[in-house]
């Protein structure tokens, strides 16, 4: 079955401790990108990836980071958490072209920051 | 920065009405994307309409573009209770050399039984 996975779906964890979450896609998509869901905020993009060993920031990148060894996995990594980045987290996926072809996500993984 | 703009943010209706959103946008698009997101899960892409259409259909979902008023809105006939969701517009557009996908923040449709 075509989709993106995330691991984890659910996190709680403690300010200033590293923490990867995984995204990986099967259906051999160029472009990969994560985004956080806040409340009345939409969806606003962290990091993008045109395709492998290329990366770029998107709206809020700080205090995160990215890498695409792979071309189905895109990592997001908060090396020093703070709470302001409690959030509902997606990665997603498309084709080529980026923003211009449809986006594929995944579940989503809620991430609380104590 | 947000461009779409949902209008209204949260829709009531009952079952079996037809249900209208609206957004809105500031600058020139390549394409305007509807998505659908039940309640904390990922979204799901429901039309992508091109800044050269202007009207599109799938099931019982249409969509309309007018890009001389930068506005799009999306029809959902018939309603059922399953449709209750949150749905976002996102409008791609050329910024910085790249085109990026800009998202508004939703309207949220309850379908009452």
């Known amino acids: 079955e075509a989709q993106v996975t995330q691991n984890p779906r659910y996190l709680i964890t403690v300010t200033g401790k590293k923490l990867t979450v995984t995204c990986s896609q099967n259906m051999n998509h160029e472009y990969m990108s994560w985004y956080r869901q806040d409340p009345g905020l939409g969806l606003r993009q962290i990091y993008y990836?045109?395709?492998?060993?290329?990366?770029d920031k998107g709206d809020v990148p700080e205090g995160y980071k990215v890498s695409r060894k792979e071309k189905r996995n895109f990592p997001l990594i908060l090396e020093s958490p703070s709470p302001n980045q409690t959030s509902l987290y997606f990665c997603?996926?498309?084709?080529?072209?980026?923003?211009?072809?449809?986006?594929?996500f995944g579940p989503g993984t809620r991430l609380l920051v104590l | 920065s947000q461009q779409g703009e949902e209008d209204p943010q949260a829709l009531s209706i009952q079952e079996g009405e037809n249900a209208t959103m609206n957004c809105s946008y500031k600058?020139?698009?390549?394409?305007l994307q509807w998505y659908r997101q039940n309640s904390g899960r990922g979204l799901v892409h429901l039309i992508l309409i091109r800044s050269n259409e202007r009207e599109k259909h799938s099931g019982r979902l249409r969509v309309t573009l007018d890009t001389s008023k930068k506005s799009s809105s999306l029809l959902i006939t018939a309603s059922r209770a399953a449709d209750t969701a949150s749905y976002f517009c996102?409008?791609?557009?050329?910024?910085?050399?790249?085109?990026?996908?800009?998202w508004g923040a939703g309207t949220k449709l309850i379908i009452k039984p």
């Open positions: 997603a996926s498309s084709f080529t072209s980026g923003s211009l072809q449809t986006q594929y």
């Open positions: 996102a409008t791609a557009s050329l910024t910085d050399s790249n085109y990026q996908l800009i």
């Open positions: 600058t020139s698009i390549n394409n």
């Open positions: 990836s045109m395709n492998v060993e290329v990366t």
